[in-house]
């Protein structure tokens, strides 16, 4: 079964910039993988940040983008804010199964 | 406003048989998939299945095939997800989520998150 890969933990400054990867044990992550980004704090549900690799979603901030890098999906975080401490979680999708398998999640730090 | 709204808590012993669910609104109900995510106490999230209320058909990830049930009733904008005999490893919040009947680049995956329903399997 597909194992997503991201990085454990990153720490980053306020007013920093981040980027965190998502990475597929089948090979490059490309757009037809649809990669989606998510957002969850402590006690809360997760939230939709990200979908089909760098589109935005209507609440979505402006510092929060995606793309594609060197083979993962990535999500960029520009201009760090203290509330974006968070667990953050990418969604690769297979159509051909027609399911999707989640990253182990980056805890980012804002410190 | 879209909302997905589900049970409550539940605390069962092992063995026991549950149901759980997740009401739709604001929205057309049998126009998009309903996902259910697990996360385990402390842990990340977990792709179970999806399942289409309009005619019920579902795909589970190999994990939770023969581990769990899906269904749904369209005529109360509700899905559900339960087991026959619950196991102490069962214990986790279930998450529902709406998902897009056609994947393209226009569909977000996962879009409207239910609050959780936390179950708690113990003897």
């Known amino acids: 079964q597909t194992v997503v890969t991201q990085e454990p933990s990153l720490t980053v400054s306020p007013g920093g910039t981040v980027t965190l990867t998502c990475a597929s044990s089948t090979g490059a992550v490309t757009s037809a993988f649809y990669a989606n980004w998510f957002q969850q704090k402590p006690g809360q549900a997760p939230r939709a940040l990200i979908y089909s690799t760098s589109n935005k979603h209507s609440w979505t901030p402006a510092r929060f983008s995606g793309s594609l890098l060197g083979g993962k999906a990535a999500l960029t975080v520009s201009g760090v804010q203290p509330e974006d401490e968070a667990e953050y979680y990418c969604?690769?999708?297979?159509?051909?199964?027609?399911?999707?398998?989640f990253g182990e999640g980056t805890k980012l730090t804002v410190l | 406003d879209v909302q997905l709204v589900q049970s409550g808590a539940e605390v069962k012993k092992p063995g026991e048989s549950l149901k759980i669910s997740c009401k739709g609104s604001?929205?057309?109900?049998?126009?998009?998939?309903i996902g259910w995510v697990r996360q385990m106490p402390g842990k990340g999230l977990e792709w179970m299945g999806i399942?289409?209320?309009?005619?019920?058909?579902?795909t589970f990830s190999p994990s939770f095939q023969g581990q769990v049930t899906m269904s749904a009733d369209k005529s109360i904008s509700t899905a559900y997800l339960q087991w026959s005999s619950l196991k102490a490893s069962d214990t986790a919040i279930y998450y529902c989520?709406?998902?897009?009947?056609?994947?393209?680049?226009?569909?977000?995956?996962?879009?409207?998150w239910g609050q959780g329903t936390l179950v708690t399997v113990f003897s």
């Open positions: 989520a709406r998902f897009p009947s056609i994947i393209d680049y226009r569909s977000p995956l996962f879009d409207y």
């Open positions: 399942i289409y209320p309009g005619d019920s058909e579902s």
């Open positions: 969604l690769l999708y297979d159509g051909a199964a027609q399911r999707g398998v």
């Open positions: 604001g929205y057309s109900f049998t126009n998009y998939w």
